[in-house]
């Protein structure tokens, strides 16, 4: 079992609709990381959290510290949106080492 | 201007051969990191610099030598590659962690 799940593995949405995507964790933590990979390969960092809530645009990710969780949201998704999104856990003994989930393919249909 | 470089973007190369690929960060950070990811697209960490110094060796084989020699370059040295390296290497950069990350444009190594 990976210390870091993520759900659903892929997610087809039409255009507009509310999107969750899921990220468990079993480690302990200093902060988690939501990642965007794009079709072409790049990857961009979208959030680093290590409590609460933020917000950038139409993206929305969360994090309960209690229960290990983490949601990545998106309003009023766009065909742009579709990509890889993956989430990180920071380890908290001192080197900050990433641990990555597997991924959630997002296809957004016009 | 770029911020995280690589180069090459692509590699091709022959199993046995010694093959290098060079990362530079143009953003002051002070930590650079090491991750491949496989053809699953599961990311992993390599190696972790702060400073020019070592502060994460993944289980990696000693095949695979970073080299820093100052804190806006991170290379990656492979010694007689091996079919199972191949894949896509990313570099990143940060300030010392928990920080954002910026990566590279990743570079796609096929040993054949």
């Known amino acids: 079992k990976n210390e870091v799940e993520q759900s659903p593995q892929n997610l087809t949405a039409q255009e507009g609709e509310f999107i969750t995507i899921n990220c468990s964790y079993s480690?302990?933590?200093?902060?988690l990381h939501w990642l965007q990979q794009h079709p072409g390969g790049g990857i961009v960092s979208l959030f680093m959290?290590?409590?609460g809530k933020k917000k950038h645009g139409r993206l929305i990710a969360t994090i309960n510290i209690q229960e290990k969780h983490s949601s990545l949201h998106i309003t009023a998704s766009h065909p742009r949106d579709s990509a890889v999104y993956i989430c990180?856990?920071?380890?908290?003994?001192?080197?900050?080492?990433?641990?990555f989930g597997t991924g959630t393919r997002l296809t957004i249909i016009p | 201007d770029t911020a995280v470089s690589q180069t090459p973007k692509y590699l091709v190369t022959q199993m046995g051969n010694d093959k290098s690929i060079k990362c530079e960060q143009n953003?002051?950070?002070?930590?650079m990191y090491w991750y491949k990811q496989d053809s699953k697209k599961f990311l992993k960490i390599m190696f972790s610099?702060?400073?020019?110094?070592?502060?994460i060796n993944e289980t990696v084989p000693n095949r695979f030598s970073p080299k820093s020699p100052d804190k806006a370059h991170l290379n990656l040295h492979i010694n007689s590659l091996e079919l199972g390296d191949s894949a896509v290497y990313f570099c990143?950069?940060?300030?010392?962690?928990?920080?954002?990350?910026?990566f590279g444009p990743g570079t796609r190594l096929t040993v054949l």
């Open positions: 610099y702060n400073n020019k110094e070592l502060i």
């Open positions: 990143a950069s940060s300030f010392p962690p928990p920080d954002t990350q910026y």
């Open positions: 480690v302990g933590i200093s902060a």
């Open positions: 990180a856990a920071a380890s908290n003994f001192g080197n900050e080492k990433l641990t």
């Open positions: 959290l290590s409590s």
């Open positions: 953003l002051g950070h002070d930590t």
